[in-house]
Structure formats: structure tokens, C-alpha cells
């Protein structure tokens, strides 16, 4: 925290169990599991936690466990707080929202190597819009959440 208060960027590394209180200091906290392994060690890992067994129970472990469950509320929250007046928030401007209040967060917990491929695959939670830039003409991913019928 105290070099966060100087002013200075602070990136923090460490495994799934590094203690909330010093993910929460960091800007950005990455998880060397998410370093170790490429996608298709994370899918192997999982289908082998799943086949485990203990005392006849199945055996899930916290990674797994975030790997199922994508943070709706967290999500639905940044899309609010990232949005301009129609409702249509920036990518970049979400995952900046996403970090700004959870610094662990990684789309690779959720089986992506980025940001646009998970919100992408989440056809069910969002509205996507790709446009393009007037001035650059380089393509901007747009998502909003979607609405209840």
C-alpha cells in the first residue's frame, strides 16, 4: 500500500492462495497459474479435478470453482459504470473498470486468453457492437448488457 500511495504502479504476482488484503493493494494482480499453463493445460486440469474422487464426493478446488462461475453482478456493474448515455460501453473501458475494482480478475480463469473473446462467447449476458473508429478506422468493440423479454 505504501507504494501505492507514492504514486507508482504496482503490479503483484502470486498463486490462487495469496491472500485477498494484498491482491486488493495491487493495480494489477496476476496469478502464476494463469503463467504456467496454456489453454489447453487449464481445460486438462479441470476435466482432471472433475474425475477425482474423495470418499465418493467429487473434489472441486477454488480455481475451479471461479473457472465455472463468471461475476454477473461484477460484470453487469462495470458495463453500468463504463457506459455512456446510450448504454453502449468500450471495451477498454470495461476491463478498466474490471481491474480498477478487482485486480485479480483474468478472462483466462474463465477459459479465455482475452477480454473480447469472453465477452464475446457470452452471447446470453451481452449485446456486442464492433465500430469503427471515423478518425482511425480501426474496429472498437461495444457491449451492453442485455435486456430480460
Same mark, same amino acid.
Given at each position: 500500500?505504501?507504494? /501505492?500511495?507514492?504514486?507508482? %504502479?504496482?503490479?503483484? &504476482?502470486? *498463486? *490462487? #492462495?495469496?491472500?485477498?488484503?494484498?491482491?486488493?493493494?495491487?493495480?494489477?494482480?496476476?496469478?502464476? =497459474?494463469?503463467?504456467?499453463?496454456?489453454?489447453?493445460?487449464? *481445460?486438462?486440469?479441470? =476435466?482432471?479435478?472433475?474425475?477425482?474422487?474423495?470418499?465418493? +464426493?467429487?473434489?472441486?478446488?477454488? #480455481?475451479?470453482?471461479?473457472?465455472? /462461475? &463468471? @461475476?454477473? +453482478?461484477? !460484470?453487469? #456493474?462495470?458495463? =453500468?459504470? !463504463?457506459?455512456? $448515455? $446510450?448504454? %453502449?460501453?468500450?471495451?477498454?473501458?470495461?476491463?478498466?473498470?474490471?481491474?480498477?475494482?478487482? @485486480? $485479480? &480478475? $483474468?478472462?483466462?480463469?474463465?477459459?479465455? =486468453? +482475452?477480454?473480447?473473446?469472453?465477452?464475446?462467447?457470452?452471447?446470453?449476458? &451481452?449485446?456486442? *457492437?464492433?465500430?469503427?473508429? @471515423?478518425?482511425?478506422? #480501426?474496429?472498437?468493440?461495444?457491449?451492453?448488457?442485455?435486456?430480460?423479454?
Amino acid at each position: 500500500m505504501r507504494i /501505492r500511495e507514492e504514486g507508482l %504502479w504496482v503490479y503483484g &504476482f502470486g *498463486e *490462487e #492462495k495469496t491472500p485477498a488484503a494484498f491482491r486488493n493493494a495491487c493495480h494489477k494482480f496476476i496469478r502464476t =497459474e494463469n503463467l504456467r499453463l496454456d489453454n489447453k493445460g487449464e *481445460e486438462e486440469l479441470v =476435466e482432471s479435478a472433475q474425475e477425482e474422487h474423495h470418499n465418493g +464426493k467429487l473434489q472441486t478446488s477454488e #480455481k475451479d470453482i471461479s473457472k465455472k /462461475r &463468471f @461475476p454477473l +453482478k461484477l !460484470a453487469a #456493474k462495470a458495463v =453500468e459504470e !463504463a457506459s455512456s $448515455d $446510450d448504454g %453502449w460501453a468500450n471495451l477498454a473501458t470495461f476491463g478498466s473498470y474490471l481491474n480498477r475494482v478487482q @485486480p $485479480d &480478475f $483474468d478472462p483466462r480463469d474463465y477459459g479465455y =486468453e +482475452k477480454l473480447s473473446s469472453l465477452v464475446k462467447a457470452r452471447k446470453n449476458i &451481452f449485446e456486442i *457492437e464492433e465500430r469503427v473508429s @471515423p478518425t482511425s478506422g #480501426k474496429k472498437h468493440l461495444y457491449l451492453r448488457m442485455k435486456t430480460k423479454r
